[in-house]
């Protein structure tokens, strides 16, 4: 496959690290954060969770500049310009609207967290070790209902994300993910 099909290897390296730091930020906030009582328990899992969404945030938007800039990522030969939208399989379809919806739900959440942490002052309890107490629930701020609602539809964008991939790679026998990764003639 010709270096023009390919991603370049920091684009590999953002999308992979963004996926590991979405999947970990979204199993603590799933499986901790939501059913924990706001005791002094539950500041180490949330300075993780806050950290890694942070991160997600600054990676979003490098990625986002680095598009927009610096380098646009390839089309696949199925989303050639030549090629009807309309004649391409659903998922294939649907990607048109997903990719930038995962890059703004993604922004929105982290966003929308920083919207719950500001007014509870997480920046200075959690993340600054003061230690005072939580409050008794983050429901008193509009932002931790967006911020559980959203998480909904994230994981809609990615579930049709991961499909694709698994569609392309395993069903069609493509290469599809060896596309993103390293390859001696994307180096
Ligand atoms: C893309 C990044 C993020 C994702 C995917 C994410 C995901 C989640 C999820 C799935 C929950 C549980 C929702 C529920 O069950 O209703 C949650 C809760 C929460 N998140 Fe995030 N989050 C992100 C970023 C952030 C950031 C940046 C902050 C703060 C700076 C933050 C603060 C919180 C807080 C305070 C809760 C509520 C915990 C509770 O109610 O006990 N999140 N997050």
């Not at 696949?76 to 399989?89: E, F, G, N, V, W």
Request: no cysteine; charged share 10%; glycine share 6%.
């Amino acid at each position: 496959m010709s270096a023009k099909k390919r991603y370049r290897p920091l684009w590999v390296i953002l999308h992979w690290l963004m996926a590991i730091l979405v999947f970990s930020t979204f199993g603590i906030g799933l499986l901790s954060l939501a059913y924990q009582p706001n005791t002094p328990a539950k500041l180490v899992p949330l300075a993780v969770h806050m950290a890694l969404g942070i991160a997600i945030l600054v990676i979003v938007i490098a990625r986002v500049l680095l598009r927009l800039l610096v380098f646009r990522p390839p089309r696949r030969a199925t989303q050639s310009p030549t090629i009807k939208l309309k004649k391409q399989p659903i998922l294939d379809q649907l990607n048109v609207y997903v990719h930038p919806l995962l890059y703004l739900f993604t922004a929105l959440m982290a966003l929308l967290g920083i919207a719950i942490a500001i007014p509870a002052n997480l920046f200075t309890t959690v993340l600054g070790g003061a230690g005072a107490a939580l409050p008794a629930d983050f429901y008193i701020y509009p932002a931790r209902t967006w911020h559980g609602t959203l998480s909904l539809i994230l994981m809609l964008l990615i579930a049709q994300h991961v499909l694709v991939a698994i569609f392309h790679q395993f069903l069609k026998g493509e290469n599809f993910l060896g596309r993103m990764w390293f390859n001696k003639d994307n180096r």
